[in-house]
């Protein structure tokens, strides 16, 4: 989506084609139920088969990236990607009752029903990506889809997964870290910062060390410093 000024305002955002808001969690929800289930339930409805190789995306030419995901989420089998992925949509519609359908998601709230379905499941990614600047992050997790036909791809990603398990332990500690960063820096409450929307953090971040870099670079031209690489202006645009 293209409206940084929406995003900055930790206003919820218009989902039109499904009639509903989607409301921007503060870091203090999110605390609720942890950095790594947030990204990882993220990541998982960010599904896409442009992360497969191409003799997978051949045996899944004829399902979309929604109907696999239906497939996961309706799945009988506790799996911990699905249960992050439902965390993160109760912080995204909190006053709306979700439940799982075949073909669609359903949101049930005070206004009436709302639906996530193959039509707009592609307007929902571009709302969350924006939100919380998923394009950052890399795209991982063991997927295990109830459809026979994408069984393959299911246990050549739990592989992948395994291979990254057995190099030990990996703590997911992006926003905390932001945060200790920037209280520190700017010398803020670090309770401060609990109020802010991930793409708020992200944006103050990125300018943030913009701004430290710049202030370094014109200091030490000041002192006679030569051939120095050339720095961003920290007013520069960061959202491209």
Known sequence: MDNELLLLSSNDIPFLEAQVNIHQPTLSEISLIGEESFFSGCQFLNFSKSILNLEDKTDLEDRSDFEIFMSIMCSSEKLDYKNNAMMVLTLLFPTSQIKL????????????????????????????????????????????????????????????????????????????????????????????????????????????????????????????????????????????
Do not use: C
């Open 101 to 240: 359908m075949p073909n669609e998601l359903v949101l049930m709230n005070k206004n009436g029903l709302s639906r996530i379905n193959s039509t707009n499941f592609d307007a929902f990614k571009d709302i969350i990506v924006s939100m919380f600047e998923l394009n950052d992050l890399g795209t991982g997790g063991g997927y295990n889809p109830a459809d026979n036909r994408a069984a393959k791809i299911a246990e050549k990603l739990q592989k992948a997964k395994n291979r990254k398990a057995q190099d030990g332990p990996h703590k997911v500690a992006i926003l905390s870290r932001y945060v200790s960063i920037l209280a520190v820096g700017e010398q803020k409450d670090i309770n401060d910062f609990m109020h802010y929307t991930v793409f708020q953090l992200k944006d103050e971040f990125k300018r943030y060390q913009m701004k430290q870099s710049f202030d370094m670079y014109v200091q030490a031209k000041m002192a006679g410093a030569k051939d120095l690489d050339e720095v961003d202006n920290w007013m520069d645009d960061i959202h491209p």
